[in-house]
């Protein structure tokens, strides 16, 4: 069974940065894509940035130039550096993997199978 943590989660003043990480495991199989997704309060889930198994990614409109997704596949970790951080990224933010043949070209919430249980950011302006 896949297991995703998530971990850096934290409270920072608008401008400051923050760095997320979702460990995987219980893999036996490699996934298509991994990604980040984010709800604030009274907002719908949304993806924020994927990256699929050659490296490719993509990134939501709202944070493109501000957040940077990567990940360690040696360490079945998955990275989300978040910079300039602003009051509206307040969210909590999830990991997810998918095994979707499509999953590389949207960012949308029903392609991914498996969640984490989130890690709160909370930026304060």
């Known amino acids: 069974q896949v297991q995703l943590v998530e971990s850096g989660g934290g409270s920072v003043q608008s401008g400051g940065s923050l760095r997320l990480s979702c460990a995987a495991s219980?893999?036996?199989?490699?996934?298509?894509?991994m990604a980040w997704f984010r709800q604030g309060p009274g907002k719908e889930r949304e993806g924020v940035a994927s990256?699929?198994?050659?490296?490719?990614?993509m990134y939501a409109d709202s944070i493109k130039g501000r957040f940077t997704i990567s990940q360690d596949n040696a360490k079945n970790t998955l990275y989300l550096q978040m910079n300039s951080l602003e009051p509206g990224d307040t969210a909590m933010y999830y990991c997810?993997?998918?095994?979707?043949?499509?999953?590389?070209?949207?960012?949308?919430?029903?392609?991914?199978?498996?969640w984490g249980q989130g890690t709160q950011v909370t930026v304060s302006s």
């Open positions: 997810a993997t998918s095994l979707h043949p499509t999953c590389a070209e949207s960012l949308a919430t029903w392609l991914f199978g498996h």
């Open positions: 219980g893999y036996t199989y490699s996934s298509r894509c």
């Open positions: 990256i699929d198994e050659d490296g490719r990614t």
